[in-house]
């Protein structure tokens, strides 16, 4: 997705009908990708605001307008330029410190949080769209495999070239339209663990793609020379950690994943199997519980509209041969229902953002109904492809929602507990809400499980662990082998949904606790609340997420040691914000 500006409140692109005319509350959320095309660039000569001044040689910036994914952050004229090389990066580092600026490094703007550019953010602030330019690949083949690529290169482009020779990941996000940089920023992943009886495959992982890192280059600050310049670093060194996962707080240019032998998947979706089935307590949970599946395939996803009875399953297989029944698939996006608000959706939608909210049921079932069908009408409900083609189904016509998000670490056995408790606080309190008129989420819940980042999977001896992974192992309990991500979606905007997700965030972190787990935030999405905004409790920014990178890690490898190397790598915060400021104090 490009940043995007909205040209007409009105609605007058095609397809868009009367999905445009909601406005207000939805906003973002029913806008197509006709409508996020960028709708002006104001080049330094004709802008009304002063230009950055003097800027390096070769490097042009002009006015843009900036949204992120769900419309909530929107800036109408920040400086942006593109810069050439990695050089460029390195020469605009010096000039930002020199002239007092701030450089923040855009991709596809696919993230809620903020932690490229806030709302109202100053103007003092340059953004480096990466992925105009910096989007080389390079693969080799060899044994072991790896890849080196910019890291304004899309997911997608990334995932074709490795395709073209044979190579591939075992999990990705869903969208393809992220740059590798943003994923690696915030410890992007997938939904993949060992089905039973499986053993990793060579240059795989079932941790976050972070994990895979073999090496990077970074802008960062030398002080013998007084400047920044490019620096390479290795798996094996301990100053790598912090950038591994560096939440925007640092720039790298480049990096060296490793990389393994693709993989044919099947992807099975499933809308005939019961929620109370699925998301049963341990003790009664049968042959269809979530567990189950996981144990059989190892990769799943559950997505469940409220006020519905079945949720939305699909199940991956790594399947060499192609089923009789599978519909054999050449590219990704093979979801076209979930690609736009169908119009019957859309007119409840239109009604419920106008006061009605008790007709959010009917919304949600709606919603449900059109992926049942569509599954059928399109026969996409057995799919078999190369790995790319079945895990990439996201595209920037999708709904446009805020998604909270929260990794709960804990062990294998425990997966049906965690999807049981939590489901069951969800729809009770969904269900206390509607007793008192109110629907403040009207998205689905979904839920994926992945394994912990094992360094080892780098194939690098010594290699070091991502420090600020939200999946980042304790080895006070090596007994906790996988993370299951919870993610609540509602439109931006919906009355309660900031109440509700304060409640549900305070709930989470108080059940996956002690012995049995632990939860730590989705960096990329919604977290941090506090009942009237999302990344604004100050306890949970200054205390509780930095000491769930505390507990359990060593002392020279935890939260205070990351914020230490980061400090030292770029000690005049040019890539940072306020808000990164505040978090990383």
Known sequence: M???????????????????LLGGLVGAAALTAAQWTPAFRVEAADAAVPAPPGLPSGVTAYLQGYRNWSGETRVDDVWTCAPATPEQVVALA??????????????FSHNWSPLLI???APTNILLLDTTQHLKAVAVSAGNPASVTAQTGVSMMALLQALENVGLGLTATPAPGDLSLGGVLAIDGHGTAVPKTGESATPGHTFGTLSNLIVSLAAVVWDPAANAYRLRTFQRNDPAIGALLVNLGRGFVTEVTLRVGANKRLRCQSWVNIGADDLFAQPATAGSNSFAGFVDRTGRVEAIWFPFTDNPWLKVWSVTPTKPFLAKEVGSPYNYPFSDFLSEGAADLLGQITAGAANLTPTFCQTQFGVVAAGLITTGSWDLWGWSKNT????????????????????????????VAEFYAYYKNALNTYAGQGRYPMNGPLEIRVTGLDNPADAQVSGAVPPTLSAVRNRPDHPE?????????LTVPGTPYSQQFYRETEQWVFANYSGA???????????WGYSGTAAWADGTMLSATVPNQFRVGLPAGNNWDAAVAQLNQYDPHKVFSNSFLNSLLD
């Open 480 to 488: 906790w082998d996988v993370a299951v991500w919870l993610d609540v």
């Open 391 to 418: 895990m990439l189904y996201v595209k920037p016509t999708t709904m446009r929602v805020h998604a909270n998000g929260y990794a709960v670490l804990t062990r294998r056995a425990n997966i049906q507990k965690v």
């Open 516 to 526: 049995y787990a632990q939860v730590r935030p989705e960096w990329s999405k919604g």
């Open 94 to 107: 010096n000039w930002a410190r020199a002239q007092g600026w701030k450089l923040r490094a855009k991709g």
């Open 118 to 120: 806030q709302q109202g």
């Open 2 to 20: 490009n940043d995007r500006l909205d040209t007409n409140d009105a609605g007058t692109a095609a397809g868009v009908g009367r999905r445009a």
